[in-house]
């Protein structure tokens, strides 16, 4: 029997933080009756399977009025397809309506997921070893993950109360250039960040373009959360604002429309430009990676999504009425939770604070103890309760709090998750 030496694995394997991501998931494997505050996964009450067919109906009727003839319609759902997938202009259709983002069609490419499209942008940005991307910490997991697997040092860049700091994004891309590296991007979620729940101003966003011009950035903006504010007050995206091509727009829809489809995409209208003075888009440039990774997105999924955006006159705000007025409550009712079991002014004497999110699915509870792995199966076993340590989105640091999700469960149940959880906190409050 062969047997590898695990040191000699790639450095991915033995990730830290992907280890602590597949405990959660064991833990939550262990404790079936616990009430998870800590999946980010879509609520399934909207979900009906009888919707997959007609989506895809509905597509294939879009094909037809298009003027293809049933070869070329079977030929788009059932060969392998444009490498950078076929829904390309439904979608910059659905940005333009939606976010006011106009951008050519073949500057978007649809991806299998959208963990691909930040291993596509990564890769392609990246090219030698001294390449760094700077992202803002607390970060999402995945594109931590992804630099590791591609071998990409990530220099954290630490949120402020009100979100990052364009400032102390110059300050850190300078201290990164003077050690002899170069930073190439910056990677954030402007609207109701995984995990801390921020949402950067207008006035910080029309600073950061500014910043990315003045220290040669181009800024990864990843918008899983954007539809899913408390409000309707307009928060335009880096994208919108963006005048001089330095954002590289990161979608998803595993949100809007569902996980299973998994389709995300990526917009990357920057002019690249050859030795020989011939010009492209980067997003076509960009095709060469996905084709050594999945070779192209599945036509079938694509046409599911497809099929949600001409039902929805390409619109989905207009998809996600129901979903945006869910997400909106069950938030509410998080927060509003959180202040009936945990009420002041006790809390503030004895250190218990948490953010007030203006959307997405998360809020962060800062906690007088240690929230780590050891408590949260403790939380699992003894009160049924889970949550997500916020170490585990830090390089350090995190240790005394904890994110909590809504997103997954009704308003009962999140109510009953907090109340085990408020037990929880007061039983390991220091004597």
């Not at 067919?53 to 079977?74: H, M, T």
């Not at 950061?208 to 903006?221: C, F, K, M, N, T």
């Not at 999140?414 to 039983?427: K, P």
Request: charged share 25%; net charge negative.
């Amino acid at each position: 029997m062969v047997k590898l030496d695990r040191q000699r694995l790639h450095v991915s394997v033995t990730d830290p933080v992907a280890a602590s991501m597949n405990f959660l998931n064991e833990v939550a494997g262990r404790y079936p009756d616990a009430i998870s505050l800590a999946a980010g996964r879509p609520y399934e009450g909207f979900y009906e399977t009888a919707d997959i067919n007609r989506y895809l109906d509905r597509y294939v009727a879009y094909l037809a009025e298009q003027g293809s003839d049933p070869v070329q319609i079977r030929r788009a759902l059932m060969q392998y397809g444009r490498t950078n997938g076929q829904i390309h202009g439904l979608i910059a259709r659905m940005l333009a309506t939606d976010e006011g983002i106009d951008v050519p069609a073949d500057a978007i490419s649809v991806t299998a997921g959208c963990q691909e499209a930040m291993v596509m942008a990564l890769r392609g940005l990246c090219a030698g070893p001294d390449d760094v991307l700077l992202a803002a910490e607390p970060c999402y997991v995945g594109i931590t993950g992804a630099a590791r697997i591609l071998g990409i040092e990530v220099v954290p860049v630490p949120e402020g109360r009100d979100g990052l700091d364009p400032a102390r994004v110059a300050e850190t891309a300078r201290a990164v250039r003077d050690s002899g590296r170069t930073p190439r991007a910056l990677y954030l979620v402007p609207d109701f960040s995984n995990p801390s729940g921020l949402c950067l101003d207008v006035a910080a966003r029309q600073r950061l373009l500014d910043v990315a011009e003045a220290e040669d950035l181009l800024i990864l903006e990843d918008d899983p959360y954007g539809l899913f504010g408390l409000d309707d007050r307009p928060r335009p995206k880096l994208k919108a604002l963006d005048t001089r091509q330095r954002v590289i727009y990161l979608g998803s829809f595993a949100k809007s429309v569902f996980p299973g489809a998994r389709i995300g995409f990526l917009v990357a209208d920057q002019t690249v430009v050859d030795d020989a003075g011939r010009t492209t888009l980067l997003a076509e440039e960009l095709s060469t990676i996905k084709s050594m990774l999945t070779v192209n997105t599945s036509p079938i999924a694509q046409a599911v999504v497809g099929g949600v955006l001409v039902e929805s006159g390409c619109s989905l705000r207009a998809a996600n009425a129901d979903k945006i007025a869910f997400y909106r409550e069950n938030l509410r009712g998080l927060v509003d939770a959180l202040d009936r079991h945990l009420p002041a002014p006790w809390r503030e004497e004895v250190g218990v604070r948490w953010n007030q999110p203006e959307g997405g699915f998360f809020a962060v509870v800062d906690v007088p103890f240690t929230a780590d792995e050891r408590l949260l199966e403790e939380s699992a076993s003894r009160h049924g309760v889970l949550w997500t340590p916020m170490s585990f989105f830090y390089t350090g640091g995190g240790t005394r709090s904890l994110r909590l999700s809504c997103s997954y469960l009704d308003a009962a149940t999140v109510e009953e998750g907090v109340r085990r959880l408020a037990a929880m906190i007061r039983e390991n409050l220091p004597a």
